[in-house]
């Protein structure tokens, strides 16, 4: 089957601007995972889905960031005001359930210019 | 979850065999030692996740101490395309928490 599927591949917007970026999981993942990787640097976690619990946004930078997800299906990041350190590399992963493998999309390579 | 202590980098020959530690001390009863790579410009992928006894899988093998404290993954015949970044995570059994990533070990293989 598909696997993680992330779009758009690139993304460059203007300082300021808004930016959503989606990730759709693979069919009958119940958790759903986002990381940020600026360029040389590790992954940085910013929320986990799991089911119908509250999603941890533990790791969200700034209120500025911000993310859904439908059910157990389609989520998507949202990054309002974007300034140049947003620019990153954002990888979205899912699981059959929480404990089980993760699966990694190709990520989404956002420049603010 | 608890923490993993990684080396900061590894040089192997190719085709010889590699072993990557990872040291979790403070490792709870419950906690999986979940093991990911990430090669150049892609994104991580699973290795392979064990509790207690040693795993083995078309990848890799991990070898757990008996006291869990460490663990070691081992690569059989290191290939040119198994230069990545190794990252050993500990994932508590309910699951409730987040998958994060320290720094990992990254590895380099000589041709």
């Known amino acids: 089957g598909a696997g993680v599927s992330q779009s758009p591949s690139n993304k460059v917007t203007e300082k300021g601007k808004d930016v959503e970026l989606r990730c759709d999981p693979i069919s009958g993942h119940t958790a759903l995972y986002w990381y940020r990787q600026r360029l040389g640097q590790g992954l940085e976690f910013l929320i986990y889905f799991q089911g119908n619990s509250a999603p941890d946004k533990s790791g969200l930078p700034s209120d500025r960031f911000s993310a859904e997800r439908t059910g157990e299906s389609v989520s998507t990041l949202t990054i309002q005001r974007t300034q140049q350190e947003d620019s990153a590399v954002y990888l979205c992963a899912s699981s059959f359930e929480a404990r089980t493998e993760a699966f990694f999309g190709q990520g989404t390579r956002l420049t603010v210019v | 979850d608890a923490k993993t202590t990684q080396p900061n980098s590894m040089e192997s020959n190719e085709e010889e065999p590699v072993h990557l530690p990872c040291n979790h001390s403070?490792?709870?009863?419950?906690?999986?030692i979940h093991w990911y790579r990430q090669l150049p410009s892609q994104g991580p992928e699973y290795v392979i996740h064990?509790?207690?006894s040693n795993v083995n899988n078309r990848m890799a093998s991990l070898a757990i101490a008996e006291d869990r404290k460490s663990s070691t993954l081992i690569l059989h015949r290191a290939t040119l395309r198994d230069a990545a970044v190794y990252y050993c995570i500990l994932r508590g059994n309910s699951g409730n928490t987040p998958l994060v990533f320290g720094k990992g070990t990254r590895l380099s293989v000589i041709a």
């Open positions: 403070t490792i709870s009863g419950t906690d999986y």
């Open positions: 064990g509790l207690t």
